[in-house]
């Protein structure tokens, strides 16, 4: 039961990162945007997401070197750290808001790596692939208040 978990969970994560879209085109910042916090704050998080996802990827290959998802644990857990640091303040409610849901996006990246070193242990299933989706609503929302569509 326990190889079926694991094996459903690298199908449902393959899945999701064949789906994902990839975001390599840079963002063009509205005017004014140089002055303004949030397009760093989105840029730190979807950063943290990106190293998220490459850690992640060690998760398809059962057994997982440890010392591979140790480093990449690490990475990832620092860039979380620095986006959060980036994603505080804010000049007007917009941006506030903007900030609070890419502070919530980080939020659940953190339960993602959480999850993820427990599979790595074989400690559990991981079902990070399935909250992928809410990460990226956030981000989303977080980039339409600071007017970066």
């Not at 506030?96 to 242990?121: I, K, Q, V």
Request: hydrophobic share 45%.
């Amino acid at each position: 039961m326990r190889r079926f978990l694991i094996f459903a969970a690298a199908i449902a994560l393959a899945v999701w990162f064949y789906r994902k879209e990839h975001k390599d085109a840079a963002l063009a910042p509205s005017a004014g945007a140089a002055t303004s916090p949030g397009p760093g704050c989105l840029m730190a998080a979807e950063g943290a997401n990106s190293s998220l996802a490459e850690a992640t990827r060690l998760l398809l290959s059962m057994p997982v070197d440890s010392s591979k998802w140790g480093d990449a644990e690490s990475r990832v857990s620092s860039a979380i750290s620095s986006a959060e640091s980036a994603c505080s303040g804010g000049t007007t409610e917009a941006e506030r808001t903007g900030m609070e849901d890419a502070r919530e996006a980080l939020t659940l990246m953190r339960a993602t790596l959480s999850e993820g070193t427990h599979a790595a242990l074989g400690a559990g299933g991981f079902q990070g692939a399935m909250r992928q989706e809410a990460i990226d609503n956030r981000l989303s929302a977080a980039r339409g208040k600071f007017g970066l569509r």
